[in-house]
């Protein structure tokens, strides 16, 4: 009997170990749904945007401020794919987002930290700073990626302003000079590339110096302006305009043989003519022009060779255009306000 009554108080106390070990677990337990629920709420009450994504695209994970942000609910949203819904299919310059979110789901280490073009439910285009963690199983595997980001929409409008003005000429509102040869030297690249024919034109606005020593600096810029108003009028809009200096201009026409560059330029002169029938200046208003073909079956000249070519050709139209154009009359409003006679015959431009 002893030894029985010994065994039912052993097993009274493991009894009341096990009791113990439970309460222990529940209570930790309890700890571990707070601390969930704790986390969950830090999380939720976060001022960016957090959110998850499998390797499929779609989102598993949004917080409240991500929802408010985009514009979606937790219910619209949760099991869509991020493309189409708060990623564009292409960004503002063209870029397939879909082969960009492959590329994270594939090689997420290499994405830790991007900036990408991001869209809110009524169509605003915002640039967000993503923060990237893949998120694996015990055995290795990827399952989702965990994104951290913030909005830096106006920082980038303040960078591309920046951007914008560095390769601006502030006169004109064309490419200067820096981002124009830039440009070229891109198009040469890409033509050389896919085999097509790239022309450039040098263009020069004739009787400049005259006009601005008899009616002044803002006149001239004024001459300038209407020159390069309708070199973009007259132009198709995959063409680059330049200003090369002064008076000059450079206009770069990708995918076009030269002959063709000639049929646009003929745009260009009709309208000049158009403004000069309707006497919008004082002076008859002219722009001298060389061309220089790129045809890939050729030999590749280099950006130098290539613009010189067009310059020279140029400059050859301008002798022509000086010997046919008539001396221009120019008086200033003080020359006709003191009854001085204009100047005749002075040297052109």
């Known amino acids: 009997m002893k030894t029985h009554a010994s065994t039912i108080e052993e097993l009274l106390e493991e009894i009341t170990r096990m009791r113990d070990h439970v309460e222990q677990i529940a209570l930790a337990g309890n700890r571990l749904r707070n601390q969930d629920e704790m ?59 879909a082969s960009l979110l492959k590329d994270i789901c594939t090689n997420p280490k290499n994405y830790i930290n991007n900036e990408n073009e991001n869209i809110r439910r009524n169509g605003e285009r915002i640039w967000i700073s993503w923060t990237n963690k893949p998120v694996y199983d015990r055995e290795g595997n990827f399952l989702e990626i965990l994104s951290v ?10 960078e591309d302003e920046l951007e914008r003005l560095a390769n601006t000429d502030m006169m004109t509102g064309v490419l200067n000079r820096r981002a124009g040869l830039i440009s070229l030297e891109t198009l040469m690249a890409e033509c050389k590339t896919k085999k097509k024919f790239l022309t450039i034109g040098y263009a020069d606005v004739n009787n400049l110096k005259p006009v601005n020593d008899r009616l002044g600096h803002h006149e001239g810029d004024a001459l300038i302006r209407i020159v390069c108003e309708t070199l973009k009028a007259s132009l198709r809009g995959t063409d680059v305009i330049c200003r090369m200096g002064g008076d000059e201009f450079m206009v770069v026409l990708p995918d076009c043989a030269i002959e ?90």
């Not at 929802?67 to 819904?85: C, M, R």
């Not at 909005?151 to 980038?156: E, H, L």
């Not at 001396?327 to 040297?347: E, V």
Request: charged share 35%; aromatic share 8%; with cysteine.
């Open 39 to 97: 986390f969950r709420e830090m999380v939720h009450s976060a001022n960016s945007i957090i959110l998850c994504w499998d390797i499929c695209g779609r989102l598993t994970f949004i917080n409240r401020f991500a929802q408010e942000f985009f514009g979606y609910s937790e219910e619209e949203i949760i099991g869509k794919s991020v493309l189409g819904t708060i990623v564009p299919k292409q960004d503002a310059k063209g870029i397939d987002m």
């Open 260 to 349: 063709a560059a000639r049929e646009q330029w003929k745009r260009f002169t009709r309208r000049i003519a158009v403004l000069n029938r309707r006497s919008v200046k004082k002076f008859p208003i002219s722009v001298s022009e060389g061309f220089a073909e790129f045809d890939p079956k050729e030999k590749i000249p280099s950006m130098n060779e290539f613009i010189s070519i067009a310059d020279s050709a140029m400059y050859k139209r301008k002798q022509i255009m000086k010997a046919a154009l008539k001396p221009i009359d120019l008086a200033s409003d003080s020359d006709l306000d003191s009854g001085k006679k204009p100047a005749r015959g002075r040297r052109r431009s």
């Open 149 to 158: 980001g913030n909005d830096i929409t106006r920082r980038k409008k303040a």
